[in-house]
């Protein structure tokens, strides 16, 4: 069962990762308030709609068994329900309220831990678990994510008399405009492309484990992967805290203030990579046996692989950071390329010799390369945006000095 629900997220995510297009980061760094909220919401509809299409396409040419293949929808469908509560994130986050996202995934953590384990324990079938799981994501979507962002719009011109629950909702609604949408497409399609490609890195071993070894190897290697999660979370939060200060500060051309926070962060991120990869190499046995079951704990030599790597991918996932803040959507595109080309390169080579030792190795080699690569661009980007802001700087001081012989 593990390794179906497993198989369900390998699939669905990297189909719904691509049709979300970054639109949270995109409207996070948005400073200049180019796009409104509901036209970001109105376009997250429409491609998710077709993710989920396009999921249900995958499973029906891929001819999987039929337990199998309901699994993968009903995760596509609680993964759409999560990629329209993500715009909602995107909108608070502009206005530097992440409380209300951590309150949100609070609140979706817990109940999807309920909802998943009383659908397994009632029904012993995976399935019912994953469909208990989309229904609690679509709740928490409707009665928490739309209902507290309406506090971070502006109101509704003019105020109607009766303020019905159709005005309430109204500035909520999603708008479609052929024209707008289609320049944020363009705007955020290279970004579709990178997530994707990242989603498509960090489920690379999966395909390769899947193919060689099976469900039930599977299942274990997404187990122990899945417990490197506490430090990608970590690190997330932090970069998206970040994003919306690391974006006025690039716009503003203050290079040195942005560096300087962008370099704190990473060194958080080393230290975070350093502190779990020691934990691992001493704890990892007891964790896994206290955590799963001695059956897992026989892999602890892979799990410190697997928390090495998610170490390395904190530093990493922290420069990226900073480089969509500077808002360079396309430059990732090349990155991601070959951050997933290295890895599906490592896994052709290591897994069919090495098995999940072999996976969680391909995984590590892979974040050295996102990091590396990763580190460059940032260090261009200094470059840049130096000359930039000393080249606006002296026209600022060319166009005062003529102003004032005027």
């Not at 009665?143 to 003019?158: G, H, N, Q, V, Y």
């Not at 996932?317 to 500077?326: N, P, Q, V």
């Not at 260090?379 to 166009?399: P, R």
Request: proline residues 3%.
């Amino acid at each position: 069962m593990v390794g179906q629900f497993s198989l369900g997220l390998a699939i669905a995510t990297p189909v719904l990762m691509f049709t979300n297009l970054q639109l949270r980061s995109v409207q996070a760094t948005d400073a200049m308030h180019q796009y409104s909220f509901q036209k970001y919401l109105g376009l997250r509809m429409t491609t998710t709609l077709v993710g989920v299409i396009a999921i249900a396409c995958i499973t029906w040419i891929g001819g999987y068994q039929r337990v199998t293949a309901m699994v993968i929808l009903a995760v596509g469908c609680a993964k759409g329900y999560e990629a329209w509560s993500d715009i909602f994130y995107g909108l608070v986050q502009l206005n530097d309220r992440l409380d209300q996202t951590a309150t949100s995934m609070v609140l979706r953590g817990l109940l999807s831990m309920i909802g998943l384990g009383l659908g397994l324990y009632l029904t012993r079938q995976v399935f019912w678990g994953a469909l208990a799981l989309a229904l609690i994501w679509m709740l928490v979507l409707i009665s928490f994510d739309a209902r507290r962002s309406r506090l971070f719009l502006p109101p509704i011109k003019p105020i109607p008399l009766k303020q019905d629950w159709k005005y309430r909702w109204a500035k909520v609604r999603p708008r479609f405009s052929f024209r707008h949408q289609w320049k944020l497409v363009r705007l955020t399609f290279p970004l579709g492309i990178v997530m994707m490609l990242v989603s498509l890195n960090l489920n690379m071993p999966r395909y390769f484990v899947h193919s060689y070894m099976g469900e039930h190897q599977l299942g274990i290697f997404s187990a122990l992967a899945y417990a490197t999660v506490a430090l990608t979370l970590v690190a997330d939060a932090m970069g998206h805290s970040a994003i919306p200060g690391m974006a006025r500060l690039f716009a503003s051309g203050d290079i040195v203030a942005f560096r300087t926070l962008l370099l704190k962060l990473v060194a958080f991120g080393v230290l975070l990579g350093t502190v779990g990869a020691i934990l691992a190499k001493f704890l990892g046995h007891l964790v896994l046996t206290i955590s799963y079951s001695p059956v897992y704990a026989a892999h602890a030599g892979v799990f410190v692989w697997l928390m090495s790597a998610a170490g390395v991918s904190c530093a990493a996932s922290l420069f990226t950071y900073g480089i969509t803040a500077s808002r360079s959507f396309r430059i990732q595109v090349p990155l991601f390329a070959l951050v997933v080309g290295s890895n599906a390169l490592a896994c052709a080579v290591l897994v069919p010799v090495a098995g999940l030792r072999g996976a969680a190795i391909a995984v590590f080699f892979a974040a050295v390369v996102h990091l590396i690569i990763a580190a460059v661009v940032v260090q261009h980007l200094f470059t840049t945006g130096k000359k930039d802001a000393a080249c606006a700087a002296a026209a600022n001081a060319y166009y005062e000095h003529w102003d004032s012989g005027l």
